[in-house]
């Protein structure tokens, strides 16, 4: 059964910090997701990392995909109050069609 | 269009009442997912829809079934809730094949009494 776990999932930084989110997850896959969340509403896709070593970047996020460690991080840059969300990671499991296993999630809270 | 619509946002029924949840997209996405969160937790999936045909069901409960009448629209017909059904449902969206990421609807914050 995958497992998809986050860390840390509880993040308070400064405004200009620069800070990382680890994803790891135990059985082979390379389809891995990044998604943010705000208090009361929908998911927002951030990023799509589809093979080992790929790198995207957003303003100041950037994720990459590492398949041979089963590790994804999300690297944020100069943070802003703006970034404060949940971020989740997921990983499709591969039934066929697409099913998607979440991170618990990582709470991130910038402070001016 | 690249939009989920989910109705209603907010729902309180009751034990014994019988409801549905509304999901519809237009962008032409052949896959269509229900998902369950809860608060401060990570979504869960429910069911998967390719082509308008159930390919998963993650051992939901029969008081929850899902329907696919077309390609552009996802029910989730409610019954017989219980409490700990309260939560917040998710209705995604994906193109076929399924490399591309989800696209998610507001959802329905659902109260079970």
């Known amino acids: 059964e995958l497992k998809v776990e986050q860390n840390p999932l509880f993040l308070s930084m400064q405004e200009g ?7 790891n997850y135990s059985t082979t896959s390379d389809r891995l997701y990044w998604y943010r969340q705000d208090p009361g509403k929908s998911l927002e896709s951030l990023f799509v990392l589809l093979s080992n ?8 996020l950037m994720a990459s995909l590492d398949t041979k460690a089963r590790l994804s991080t999300l690297h944020i840059t100069a943070a802003v109050h703006d970034l404060s969300a949940t971020y989740f990671c997921a990983v499709d499991a591969r039934q066929g069609a697409q099913k998607l296993v979440f991170g618990q999630g990582t709470r991130l809270t910038i402070n001016p | 269009d690249t939009e989920v619509t989910q109705t209603p946002k907010h729902l309180v029924m009751g034990m014994t009442n019988k409801k549905s949840l509304k999901c519809e997209q237009h962008m032409g996405h052949r896959a269509m997912y229900w998902y369950k969160q809860k608060a401060k937790k990570p979504p869960e999936l429910m069911f998967v829809y390719s082509y308008e045909k ?4 993650e051992s939901v409960p029969s008081r929850f079934s899902p329907e696919c009448p077309n390609s ?28 591309y990421e989800q696209y998610f609807g507001p959802g329905t914050r659902l109260t079970v009494t």
Not at chain 2, 54 to 57: D, E, G, K, V, Y
Not at chain 2, 74 to 95: G, V
């Open chain 2, 54 to 57: 159930l390919s998963i069901n």
């Open chain 1, 53 to 60: 070593g790929a790198v995207k970047q957003e303003g100041r």
């Open chain 1, 17 to 23: 910090k620069n800070y990382t989110i680890y994803c």
């Open chain 2, 72 to 99: 552009s629209l996802l029910n989730l017909h409610l019954h017989a809730l219980q409490p700990e059904d309260s939560a917040l449902y998710l209705c995604a969206s994906s193109p076929v094949p399924t490399t």
